[in-house]
């Protein structure tokens, strides 16, 4: 590896992909073996999804785990993972302090950034309902430069995520507040859309015009192509549920077969052995480390003891 | 629901299943998530897995979590199930305080009981490696006892792991084991084989003569029937990590197939559409809740108000 | 021990205090060994004060730290006495769900009842400032009936405390919103004041007529007496901060005279034996319960073992 | 403050702190609060006790608290001082894998270095009983490597604890373990002594000979001055347990006093102010942050915004 690199932070990372020829795809994680699965799949970067980190933990994505239990788990990605983290806020839990004691937080269990977006704590997930309230701007962008003057590492990233066309509002609103957070500090937005297609999120890029890295999650409008998200001008692809998603419909077949047939015969060849879960979790390390820490002063204990050295020698 | 077992505690839920006429199958999870979707495929008993708990937080199967770290994890998992939860204790993290100080809070957070094994703190997973160190009978005696004396409700189950034939022993020794743990108060014996057919487990079973409940985990013995684990005196079957294995084999390929596409097109129809776990977690009952309560005095405020009352009224 | 109290839970062993003849003495404690000291020095029932906790912790009492975390440390209290814990829940943390979460999991490790403020999250402690904001009364209604409707065992306690004179309202708005909590399912009213004299209390008091019971946190307006506060009406006096108080006080004290002395001579008589705090922890029976658990099974072991029995045996 | 300083590792600070021409007093703390009032007193490092974090937690010092609970203290401690803090690691929990991941987490959530210490887990307190068991030389050597060869930044230190006097060996028994665990890695030696005069540990120091720093706690033999101990060639003195002790004396006095008087009238002199408090805890920084950030973007809300734009702007 590359010397230079081995210095660079989580942040500094992050905003080198983010301004890359072509666009970032940054995979939705949700612990720490999701986060060790997509870096071994290649994924430069990850999300550390606030919907699939509440899901897993058996909670509803309207701010009902706590953020000290999500960046728990944040914790668990970023001891897995050499790759950048960006971290879903939500709305930073409260106030701009609440907002910085996250980012200060989140910054010390490794991650490269944090995003947060401009809608009303407890928020709901986007994609339920159509009862998601805006934040006044002015408050929005007090909790950006909070969080923007609390960082340590000058790479530390801060992204802003519009909220406003999900909020049913226009391309021209969200275009303002976008260009807001940006003079507040934010070093790149999240524009967010649940249409199906892609226009919006196109009409909002192109007048855009590159003022800040763009980041999207196509979860809806996913049939564009990576090609045409950077025609668009876009700089990081989020795609931000789906291991949680492949993950419920693995669960669930796994168990309805197993229940129905009193067996796991049926699956077995469909599922990781585990030994290849043992190899992704480095088990031959651990093995290996145990002979070379196990009686590190065996050698020395070999030299005479002293008349009272008793039965521990 | 029938009255009577509305008031059941999850001991004596789990005790009805281990001692019915055919086995129980006991479904290995590793969060809420995964506790709740084992719960609607109709599993009547959970198995909090320590292999699977380490592994999604990230580390290894070798107490490398604290028990601490693994109750946060299983109480997500009895927040999200009403069937009796059964959880890994491992060795019990040290001595006998340690056991009964887990046992204690593990009750707490809503378990039907715990499993506790035979072997030294800290332990490797039982399908790694040959160095499998057994605890002095006497001392791992100790650890039930303190369990057993420590539970609050009387139904509360201890069941007693017996490593013997994973670490070479005989199943006479392995029979002379788990019955000195009978008697130190073991409710059930956790017979543990890694034998690739059912041989040892159905002699030692046989000779076992159902002087306590039977639990097994046939990993490595799959192709047996239930319906075979029933005549061998088995009742409860737990399958200890398919869900585990399903997750990371569907995890693994959606990673890849969505970095090599640049897209999540390909696999959009194999993955559990969004809406479907917005039900899965009841999200609806969070929109009608927030209509019930979002304004409970409202009526009340139409009554008047004293002059003083201001903007917050 | 009365064996009818034995088994009486937490809320109704507050219950029972707040209904009393005479007013019962709540402290204010921070950790779990302050909830010990308390417990030894008699007092009847204990106040899991959020400014005593967050200062603890090193925080500001402006919820810095989040719901999980404080209940983390009410755990702590629970499991060091006998006595029921009333336990500070700020505003609610967010909405009428995370104040139900917070009352659910408060339940859970074992506190008697949970109080409930009316200010707006996140809240600034009622001593600094003059900005407390007030939140709309159905608003505020709404998140005391969640908690009732999600509490388990039906003696558990649901307090409102009503910020209306910390707020420079009048005592009028005062008893209308006492009065709207009650009606909404507050099973009593802690009406707090900073005035330095009882006046304004007294005056709540007369003519709130004992329609459900009252607390009060008498930190300004110490100088009444327990019998004077008994003859106005009130069932419950709070001594919120003083533990802490004493505690700084002490520590300040100690480290300055240590370190400007090079030793700790000169406090050696003043501080706590360190066997008395071993005593008042029960290491005595931990040492015993050692004796008691160390070897359970030695008798037993002493049985003939199969051939094949190894090192362990 | 010099500009040097101010980039100076935790690690790199308590050397300095370790090899300074007189004794450094270390003082003990248990919690955030602490850690900040000993630092205003003005101690230049740190303890993390053991026994102190146990004892607040409401637990026994014999590893009743897991490690992820004590250092969820620990970085409530590194949050509230810009001085070194030295944490107490007990015996590492478990084996050189378990010692080394406490290190790493103990590194990331700031702390100047651990001490580990030779006994067997779970151990007691070594003011407790006399059953003090010693680990093995080699074992514990690799427990100290492996940390060594864990640590991120260059200045991390790992000190030894030798418990051998404790345990009833010999000087020469602890003399030769010191100089194995000093070969294997430690940065410094902690000689741990019961005895109520210096006699032991000077006896030690003078044969140890500066081979590497060397730290005390003189909890039973404080009669020696600070100028006595850096005659002998010690390097570092803990205040291991004083200000838990002042706490404990000063909260039981408290409680007593006023359950007795039912008042706090009596005591009210004595105790910190509130406004002490929140002096020094910066609430008057908190206040201003709030004018600072509450609305930064307000000015900039001033320009025209879109006809599309509601009720949040």
Redesign the interface.
């Known amino acids: 590896m590359d010397e230079s690199l081995a210095v660079t932070s989580p942040g500094h990372g992050l905003r080198s992909l983010l301004t890359g020829a072509e666009p970032c795809?940054i995979?939705g994680v949700y612990?720490?073996?999701?986060?060790?699965?997509?870096t071994?799949?290649?994924?430069p970067a990850l999300w550390a999804s606030g919907l699939c980190m509440s899901?897993?933990?058996?909670?509803?994505d309207?701010?009902?785990a706590?953020?000290?239990?999500l960046l728990?788990v944040v914790e668990?990605?970023t001891?897995?993972t050499p790759a950048p983290v960006l971290v879903d806020a939500d709305t930073g839990?409260?106030?701009?302090?609440?907002a910085r004691?996250f980012s200060i937080k989140a910054e010390?269990?490794?991650v490269a950034g944090i995003c947060i977006e401009d809608k009303i704590?407890?928020k709901?997930?986007s994609?339920?309902?159509d009862?998601h309230?805006?934040?006044?701007?002015?408050?929005?962008?007090?909790?950006?430069?909070?969080c923007k003057d609390a960082q340590n590492d000058d790479g530390f990233v801060v992204v802003a995520r519009v909220e406003a066309l999900i909020a049913g509002?226009?391309v021209?609103?969200a275009l303002?507040r976008a260009d807001?957070y940006r003079?507040?500090g934010a070093d790149a937005i999240f524009i967010h859309s649940r249409q199906s297609t892609v226009e919006q999120i196109a009409d909002f890029a192109r007048q855009w015009g590159g003022r800040a890295p763009l980041v999207i999650a196509?979860?809806t409008y996913?049939?564009?192509?990576?090609?045409e998200f950077g025609r668009l001008g876009i700089n990081g692809v989020i795609?931000a549920?789906?291991?949680?998603?492949?993950?419920?419909?693995?669960?669930?077949?796994?168990?309805?077969r197993?229940?129905q047939s009193?067996?796991?015969?049926a699956?077995?060849a469909?599922?990781?052995?585990?030994k290849?879960?043992?190899a992704?979790?480095?088990?031959e390390e651990?093995?290996a480390?145990?002979l070379?820490?196990?009686?590190?002063?065996?050698h020395?204990?070999a030299?005479p003891?002293?008349?009272?050295?008793?039965?521990?020698?």
């Open positions: 795809q995979m612990n720490g073996l999701s986060a060790r699965i997509a071994a799949a290649g994924f899901t897993a933990l058996g909670v509803r309207s701010d009902e706590t953020w000290s239990e728990a668990t990605m001891a897995n839990y409260g106030n701009f302090n609440t004691r010390r269990v490794g704590f407890p709901m997930n994609f339920v309902g009862d309230r805006l934040a006044p701007v002015g408050e929005f962008c007090g909790k950006i430069a909070a509002r226009s021209a609103e303002d807001r003079e507040a196509p979860t996913y049939a564009t192509s990576l090609e795609w549920n789906q291991t949680l998603r492949a993950e419920v419909a693995a669960v669930r077949d796994a168990c309805s197993i229940l009193g067996g796991v015969a699956i077995e469909e599922i990781t052995p585990l290849e879960i043992f992704l979790m480095r088990y651990l093995e480390e145990e070379r820490y196990a009686d590190v002063g065996a020395l204990a030299r003891v002293p008349a009272s050295a008793g039965d521990a020698l």
